[in-house]
């Protein structure tokens, strides 16, 4: 099973990134995919989500508005468009899937936020 993030990076005060992972090894299509990120001395903490089917999605309040999760089941991937991104968005960003009792977590990008 892996779950390999890209698209981080050093960006300015109101730019954009996209985040990719890229799942293999598993069912991809019957998971439930999310977005994390962890920022210094901080706990991990759910950005986002979507349905396996990608029906359904959910954000936490301080990205609602910017920033917008998808997935491309024939790709095996989700991703993370994060638009007009905060100083406050810096952080590591983490996939994760889960179906049942199954949980496997990505290894991390750095986002950054800073002019």
């Known amino acids: 099973v892996r779950l390999v993030e890209s698209g981080g990076g050093l960006v300015q005060p109101g730019g954009s990134l996209r985040l990719a992972c890229a799942a293999s090894?598993?069912?991809?299509?019957?998971?439930?995919m999310s977005w994390y990120r962890q920022a210094p001395g901080k706990e991990r903490a759910l950005v986002a989500s979507?349905?396996?089917?990608?029906?359904?999605?959910n954000y936490a309040d301080s990205v609602k508005g910017r920033f917008t999760i998808s997935r491309d089941n024939a790709k095996n991937t989700v991703y993370l468009q994060m638009n007009n991104l905060k100083p406050e968005d810096t952080a590591v960003y983490f996939c994760k899937a889960r179906w049942s009792n199954r949980l496997y977590w990505g290894q991390g990008t750095q986002v950054t936020v800073s002019s």
């Open positions: 979507i349905t396996s089917d990608g029906g359904s999605t």
């Open positions: 090894g598993f069912t991809f299509s019957s998971y439930v």
